[in-house]
Every structure is written in structure tokens, then in C-alpha cells.
């Protein structure tokens, strides 16, 4: 399979690098973070990596026995005091989703820093016109996209209290038309678009939408796509990604409402293109004709 991705161009990264090392000077102590799809992944190591930073954590997936695990081990691995909650709900799920939040809020009494990470999809092997329209296109859409919308509704009023963070994971399949991922590419794109909508109604918030790039994830391997290949991005990429836009120096908070890839130098990215992004108000998901 073969492909063509127009993308910014700056180094890209493919693991954590020096400019993206946060724990030199951790900033999230004291932070309320809830990492929603922490179990395992990508989640688990962006949840790992905010524990290590010091922040008060919530991971949140649908199984209670391996976030029970995921949490042991997180604590074992950050070596550190801070406390780490463990709650299992669905995301496609309102009410558990709502209930999830709520308990966040009565136990620490604020929200800072919310990572919407859940996320399914089914192998890439069939035109969606072959595919059961439920259980092998729409339950992904549940998911994808109801799944982070119900994190945004119930986050973003505590978020816009505290003038907090949210991160939607996305994936680079948004920007290109990949045979057969349908499902997953069209519920990426609405992500976008509803995480744009974030950004516009809760302009406190600093909202992103972070491709944590192509990593062996067993969710990816079980797509049987043929992009093996291109996932050589380490699980670390991502997490130090989140950690640097949600840092609270502000230095990266004019990307709010834009998608980020962690592929990108963000050194290089402040440096070459802040003034392109503005003027031109990119990275967005949009029409246009050049």
C-alpha cells in the first residue's frame, strides 16, 4: 500500500527526543489529569508519563481488572507519591462517562488536564459496502467519535473553570483516503471538526487533536492493512507530546484548536511556521481550492 501525505515540513521525530525530555522540570505537579483509554497503548504510556511528571491521576478504560493492573503498575514504574485513581467505564457510554467526571470533581475538586484517548477500529480488509453495517462500521463511530464527544461534554465545563487542557487522539488517517478504514478515517475526521467546535465554545480550554503517530500498537497489528511497516514511532512519542502541549509554560497553547502531529519537531514547528499558522489559520480541517 502506498500513499502520498502533504504535512508540515520540519524534522520528523520517531521517538522522544531532547527538546521534548519534560522531566528535567516537571510542571504537572498538583495537576488533575484523567487519561480515558489508559489501559494499555498509547494511553497507558501517556498516563505513565503524566504520573511520572507528578500529576494526580485518573485512568479510565472499560476493563476494572487490567486498569487495576495498569494502575500497579504505573505506581511500581513512576516511583513516585502521586495518587492514581482507576475507573472503569465505556465511553460510548454517557452515563458512565458522567459519572466518571463527577466522581473526578467531588474527590480532588477540579480538572485540569483531560486525554481522550479510546479509540477502535475494524481490519482493513473489506469495502464498507461489505461490511455488517453495525458491527463492522457504525460501533467504530461509536467509539471514535460519541466516545470523545461524551469525555468533551462532561470534561469541558471544569476544564473551562480551571482554563485547563484537552487532548482528542486522532489519527494521520484523517488527511488521506486509505482503502477499506472507511469506518475509522471518516469518525477521525469528524473528531476534528468536533474538536474544532471545542475550541470555539470553550475558548479557555486549550483544546488539541494529537496524531501520537504509527506505532505497533496491538490495535494497529490487528488491522491487517499492510502498514506494518510504516509503524516505527515508539509509544514515548506521543506521551512526551501531550506532556509538552499541557506543560503550563503556555508556550504551545496558540496551537489550540488545530491538529498536532507528534511526528513534528514542535521546537522547529514555534520556530518556522507560528507565523504561517496564524496568518493562514491552518492545520484545521477544512475546503479549500489552491
Given at each position: 500500500?502506498?500513499?502520498?501525505?502533504?504535512?508540515?515540513?520540519v524534522t520528523a521525530r520517531h521517538e522522544q527526543y531532547p527538546q521534548n525530555?519534560?522531566?528535567?522540570?516537571?510542571?504537572?505537579?498538583?495537576?488533575?489529569?484523567?487519561?480515558?483509554?489508559?489501559?494499555?497503548?498509547?494511553?497507558?504510556?501517556?498516563?505513565?508519563?503524566?504520573?511520572?511528571?507528578?500529576?494526580?491521576?485518573?485512568?479510565?478504560?472499560?476493563?476494572?481488572?487490567?486498569?487495576?493492573?495498569?494502575?500497579?503498575?504505573?505506581?511500581?514504574?513512576?516511583?513516585?507519591?502521586?495518587?492514581?485513581?482507576?475507573?472503569?467505564?465505556?465511553?460510548?457510554?454517557?452515563?458512565?462517562?458522567?459519572?466518571?467526571?463527577?466522581?473526578?470533581?467531588?474527590?480532588?475538586?477540579?480538572?485540569?488536564?483531560?486525554?481522550?484517548?479510546?479509540?477502535?477500529?475494524?481490519?482493513?480488509?473489506?469495502?464498507?459496502?461489505?461490511?455488517?453495517?453495525?458491527?463492522?462500521?457504525?460501533?467504530?463511530?461509536?467509539?471514535?467519535?460519541?466516545?470523545?464527544?461524551?469525555?468533551?461534554?462532561?470534561?469541558?465545563?471544569?476544564?473551562?473553570?480551571?482554563?485547563?487542557?484537552?487532548?482528542?487522539?486522532?489519527?494521520?488517517?484523517?488527511?488521506?483516503?486509505?482503502?477499506?478504514?472507511?469506518?475509522?478515517?471518516?469518525?477521525?475526521?469528524?473528531?476534528?471538526?468536533?474538536?474544532?467546535?471545542?475550541?470555539?465554545?470553550?475558548?479557555?480550554?486549550?483544546?488539541?487533536?494529537?496524531?501520537?503517530?504509527?506505532?505497533?500498537?496491538?490495535?494497529?497489528?490487528?488491522?491487517?492493512?499492510?502498514?506494518?511497516?510504516?509503524?516505527?514511532?515508539?509509544?514515548?512519542?506521543?506521551?512526551?507530546?501531550?506532556?509538552?502541549?499541557?506543560?503550563?509554560?503556555?508556550?504551545?497553547?496558540?496551537?489550540?484548536?488545530?491538529?498536532?502531529?507528534?511526528?513534528?519537531?514542535?521546537?522547529?514547528?514555534?520556530?518556522?511556521?507560528?507565523?504561517?499558522?496564524?496568518?493562514?489559520?491552518?492545520?484545521?480541517?477544512?475546503?479549500?481550492?489552491?
Amino acid at each position: 500500500m502506498s500513499f502520498e501525505i502533504k504535512d508540515l515540513p520540519v524534522t520528523a521525530r520517531h521517538e522522544q527526543y531532547p527538546q521534548n525530555h519534560i522531566f528535567l522540570v516537571p510542571r504537572s505537579e498538583e495537576k488533575v489529569v484523567v487519561v480515558v483509554g489508559a489501559s494499555k497503548g498509547i494511553g497507558y504510556s501517556i498516563a505513565s508519563f503524566y504520573a511520572r511528571a507528578g500529576a494526580t491521576l485518573v485512568i479510565v478504560s472499560r476493563s476494572q481488572k487490567t486498569l487495576d493492573e495498569a494502575r500497579d503498575r504505573i505506581v511500581s514504574e513512576s516511583r513516585t507519591s502521586s495518587d492514581v485513581l482507576a475507573l472503569a467505564a465505556d465511553t460510548a457510554d454517557t452515563k458512565a462517562i458522567e459519572e466518571v467526571i463527577k466522581k473526578v470533581v467531588e474527590k480532588y475538586g477540579r480538572l485540569d488536564v483531560v486525554v481522550a484517548n479510546s479509540g477502535a477500529s475494524s481490519p482493513w480488509t473489506k469495502r464498507f459496502s461489505e461490511q455488517d453495517p453495525y458491527n463492522d462500521w457504525w460501533k467504530f463511530m461509536e467509539v471514535n467519535l460519541r466516545g470523545t464527544y461524551n469525555v468533551a461534554h462532561y470534561a469541558l465545563p471544569h476544564l473551562t473553570k480551571s482554563k485547563g487542557y484537552f487532548i482528542a487522539v486522532t489519527s494521520m488517517a484523517a488527511q488521506f483516503n486509505i482503502p477499506f478504514a472507511s469506518a475509522y478515517a471518516v469518525s477521525k475526521v469528524a473528531s476534528l471538526e468536533s474538536d474544532a467546535s471545542n475550541h470555539t465554545e470553550h475558548p479557555e480550554v486549550k483544546s488539541f487533536s494529537l496524531h501520537p503517530g504509527s506505532i505497533k500498537t496491538e490495535g494497529a497489528l490487528g488491522l491487517e492493512s499492510g502498514m506494518e511497516s510504516y509503524m516505527t514511532d515508539t509509544l514515548q512519542l506521543p506521551a512526551a507530546t501531550a506532556l509538552k502541549l499541557t506543560d503550563g509554560s503556555g508556550r504551545f497553547d496558540w496551537l489550540s484548536g488545530r491538529f498536532v502531529s507528534a511526528n513534528w519537531d514542535l521546537e522547529e514547528v514555534e520556530r518556522d511556521w507560528k507565523k504561517d499558522i496564524f496568518n493562514k489559520d491552518i492545520l484545521k480541517t477544512r475546503f479549500t481550492v489552491e
